[in-house]
């Protein structure tokens, strides 16, 4: 069955650095692939959308890379801020039938220190 | 312009009672999700619906009904609350299934 992995330790990290996240997929190719924001108490926040044909994309500080041969996908923060300190998750169509409905990963928890 | 609304925010029920969370968005979207997030567990899909008058199964839909009966309303009932549906529920929109879901606030509710 389909397999999303996202790191399940929180990833701490100092004021200014580039944080990274690591969203991983098995079997399918997924047609698209998505990363939000969730702060504690509150619903997920669209940051990225990434398409299956698209290395990479960028918003503002923030990158996202889709690599379909390593099934592997990378969010990066850069000149991070404690500001960013929440939960990220990916989501991506999972679906073998063809509904591209998405499917979210567990999400990982980046802590910004000052 | 209020996006996706749930009601209520909180709810405790005993078990074998029965309820309705109710999601709205006024963003005239024609997807809509309702999820269900426990500890360590993340986002999980219990139904969805493509447009006004349908509905599907998610992941995990057993002990859960939906319905969409307006385009900007979509219901999650408990027919008989067990201890293992409590969780926070999320409910979400977007236009077509490739883009961008809206979530609410979410629902957190208990069962004893």
């Known amino acids: 069955s389909q397999k999303i992995e996202q790191n399940s330790e929180a990833l701490n990290i100092q004021e200014g650095k580039t944080a990274t996240l690591t969203c991983n997929y098995t079997n399918y190719s997924p047609a698209y692939l998505q990363w939000y924001r969730q702060d504690p108490g509150r619903g997920p926040v669209f940051l990225l959308l990434i398409r299956e044909n698209e290395k990479e994309k960028r918003k503002e500080r923030l990158k996202v890379t889709f690599d379909t041969t390593l099934k592997q996908s990378l969010f990066h923060i850069t000149a991070s801020q404690p500001a960013d300190s929440a939960t990220y998750l990916c989501a991506l169509d999972v679906s073998p039938g063809g509904s591209y409905i998405p499917t979210f990963g567990r999400g990982t928890s980046l802590i910004v220190h000052p | 312009n209020a996006g996706v609304t749930q009601t209520p925010k909180f709810r405790v029920l005993k078990t074998g009672q029965s309820m309705t969370l109710l999601c709205a968005q006024d963003?005239?979207?024609?997807?809509m999700y309702w999820y269900r997030q426990d500890p360590g567990m993340g986002l999980r899909l219990i139904h969805y619906?493509?447009?006004?008058?349908?509905?599907a199964k998610g992941e995990v839909p057993d002990g859960y009904n939906v319905s969409r009966l307006k385009k900007q309303n979509f219901l999650l009932g408990l027919e008989s609350a067990a201890p293992s549906q409590t969780s926070v529920y999320f409910c979400a929109s977007s236009y077509g299934v490739k883009d961008t879901q809206y979530f609410g606030p979410g629902t957190r509710l208990t069962v004893l």
């Open positions: 619906s493509v447009g006004e008058g349908t509905t």
């Open positions: 963003m005239n979207h024609e997807y």
